[in-house]
Nanobody, 125 residues
Framework: QVQLVESGGGLVQAGGSLRRSCAVS????????MGWFRQAPGKEREFVAQ????????LYADSIKGRFTISRDNAKNAVYLQMYSLRPEDTAVYYC??????????????????WGQGTQVTVSS
């Protein structure tokens, strides 16, 4: 059974930074495309970022491009989301997700096979 366990959420002031981590167990990590999604109150879950199996190809939502960086460490079976210049509108529950693929562009919730539990990120103004 593949499990994704997230850490690193919390409260930060606008303009600050946070790093989210997601540890994956129970599968062959390098065989997954990894993604991050978020869901703000009253809104649908939305795509944030994606990284291919090697870490060499990334994809970002326009709303966070240039402020967030996705990365992965295949030796540690982990994916990260470094968030800079945070804004109040970034407040949401953030989820990591895994898709059984090594490449491609996957931006829909339904594309992904496994999900983390989600962790709140709150950005105060």
């Amino acid at each position: 059974q593949v499990q994704l366990v997230e850490s690193g959420g919390g409260l930060v002031q606008a303009g600050g930074s946070l790093r989210r981590s997601c540890a994956v167990s129970g599968g062959t990590f390098r065989l997954y495309v990894m993604g991050w999604f978020r869901q703000a109150p009253g809104k649908e879950r939305e795509f944030v970022a994606q990284i291919n199996w090697s870490g060499g190809v990334t994809l970002y939502a326009d709303s966070i491009k240039g402020r967030f960086t996705i990365s992965r460490d295949n030796a540690k079976n982990a994916v990260y989301l470094q968030m800079y210049s945070l804004r109040p509108e970034d407040t949401a529950v953030y989820y990591c997700a895994a898709k059984r693929a090594v490449d491609g562009s996957w931006t829909r919730q339904s594309d992904y096979d496994y999900w983390g539990q989600g962790t709140q990120v709150t950005v105060s103004s």
